[in-house]
């Protein structure tokens, strides 16, 4: 029986939630629909909603249910244990920033965005330098309220990563470099080559929109409680298990990037709508961690998107949609689907290359919030960087340091989340096929509902029941490790490109 005091603290955070989702409602919109003009308005309408959930997440009518009910103990329920200690996170993060503080980052973050805008425009990283100089400022003083005990780094990622400690995912991403430099070498030299020309055939954008929703549908994405639209960037919002949006973006003569593009956000999409309804608004109702979501989106688009199984099911089927495939062998289109190429680009990288990029971030977002880099050595250090670990050098910063938005949001720490991603996805794909041994002619037969299926069960329905790192125990038997993604990586990789 749940006291009166669970009871109304349930409701209350049910209405934080809803005021936190009426802001992500408005943000879908301002990316898909919104006319131009309405920006000014839009953002007037999103500071009072922002305004609302913050007041209701630092009320004192929740710390004192917090302090009640952590003094009444959860009686051995699960789930009142999950909700009380994940609110008791959030809540004390809450309160430890004051107002002033969160006010003077989001007053920072407008104009910063803005100059970062038009810096990556002109290549002129002196132009931002300034105002990152400015969030890194505000984001040291957060990291000191909120407290650390290794380095103010982790008290950034715990926002997007919760428990996660800098120096452990360090200790990861070392042996994962140790065993990537030399497979991407062992790849760019290798004597077998894909021909991406394939991949840049005309295809209408409409035949594009129709094709990605049939397999989102067949993936299990429920269409009657989300959509699919189109933006500029490519993202995924869940309002509650029943209502998920997601979005991509059409090129007539890159169908790759859409389908994808639309077989990632679908993948973040089924982690959203398998969560469960009766949970909406808890804690017990919300994702693990910004990594665990990563992962379901990587594993839909990699492991199982850019395999052979599947398109042996999909290609024949594109190739009838698309009579400009018709004469294409599948080897060679599922060869060219798993181009590996150093690249300047974070979001354009394919999946070896991609932690390259990831991990450069991290070390420099690193070491710039410990006051180890100077924001004016950014660029070089960056620079000197990519030349290391991907043998490229940027030709100006616009494709550098400046090609991402975050820093310009005050977002730092978020960055990790992206390759934990990959390495869940591998560490879950392994476990997946351990419990589905016809995996592999499931996909071939062009079933994937027993996939989304020990996703839902094994991973969605639980929520924040676990932090990330003890999720991927319970499910997988293994801690968070590089290795399953470097075999997985191997063992695709050697056949196709021949070395
Ligand atoms: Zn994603």
């Not at 004390?92 to 503080?101: E, F, G």
């Not at 969160?102 to 038009?118: G, H, L, N």
């Amino acid at each position: 029986m749940p006291s009166r005091t669970y009871e109304s603290f349930i409701a209350r955070i049910k209405e934080i939630r809803a005021a936190q989702s009426v802001q992500e409602l408005l943000e879908w919109d301002q990316q898909t629909y919104m006319p131009k003009k309405g920006a000014a308005y839009r953002a007037e309408q999103v500071g009072l909603i922002a305004g609302v959930a913050h007041d209701k997440l630092t009320s004192a009518e929740l710390g004192r249910e917090l302090a009640e009910l952590e003094r009444e103990g959860d009686g051995g329920d699960d789930a009142v244990a999950t909700n009380v200690r994940e609110m008791r996170r959030l809540y004390d993060r809450a309160v430890k920033l004051p107002t002033r503080l969160v006010q003077e980052i989001a007053k920072a973050t407008a104009p910063a965005s803005d100059t970062w805008v038009a810096a990556r425009k002109d290549s002129n990283f002196a132009l931002f330098a300034p105002h990152l100089e400015k969030l890194l400022t505000l984001k040291r003083e957060v990291a000191e309220r909120i407290g650390w005990q290794t380095e103010p780094y982790d008290a950034l990622i715990d926002e997007f990563e919760p428990g996660a400690r800098a120096a452990e995912i360090q200790t990861v991403f070392d042996a994962l470099r140790r065993e990537l430099a030399p497979l991407v070498t062992a790849i760019t030299q290798a004597p077998r080559q894909p021909n991406t020309a394939l991949l840049k055939r005309a295809a209408p954008v409409e035949k594009q929109a129709a094709f990605n929703r049939t397999i989102a549908a067949a993936m299990g994405f429920d269409f009657d409680a989300g959509r699919l639209d189109v933006s500029a960037h490519p993202f995924c919002t869940g309002l509650c298990p029943l209502d998920v949006r997601m979005t991509t973006r059409y090129d007539e003569h890159a169908l790759g990037q859409s389908l994808f593009g639309v077989m990632h956000e679908a993948g973040h999409g089924l982690y959203e709508q398998g969560l469960d309804p009766a949970q909406v608004g808890t804690p017990m109702g919300t994702y693990a961690s910004l990594g665990i979501h990563e992962s379901q989106s990587r594993l839909w688009e990699n492991q199982i998107g850019r395999s052979r199984p599947f398109w042996q099911h999909y290609f024949p089927k594109l190739q009838a949609e698309f009579p400009a495939w018709a004469d294409v062998p599948l080897e060679d289109w599922h060869f060219a689907i798993n181009t590996v190429r150093p690249s300047l680009i974070r979001v354009e990288a394919d999946e070896v290359t991609y932690g390259l990029h990831i991990m450069l971030r991290f070390d420099l977002e690193r070491q710039m919030l410990a006051g180890r880099l100077a924001v004016s050595d950014v660029p070089a250090a960056w620079n000197e960087r990519m030349k290391q670990e991907l043998g490229i050098t940027p030709p100006n910063d616009a494709q550098g340091c400046l090609q991402d938005i975050h820093w310009s949001l005050g977002i730092f720490g978020y960055f990790p989340t992206y390759q934990l991603g990959n390495l869940y996805a591998a560490q879950f794909a392994l476990a997946a096929r351990r419990a589905l041994p016809d995996l592999d002619g499931q996909l071939a037969r062009g079933e994937l509902r027993p996939l989304r299926e020990w996703l839902r069960q094994n991973i969605h329905r639980h929520g924040r029941r676990y932090r990330a790192g003890e999720l991927v125990q319970v499910v997988t038997g293994q801690e968070l490790s590089h290795r399953p993604f470097i075999e997985y990586l191997r063992a695709k990789y050697q056949p196709l490109y021949g070395f």
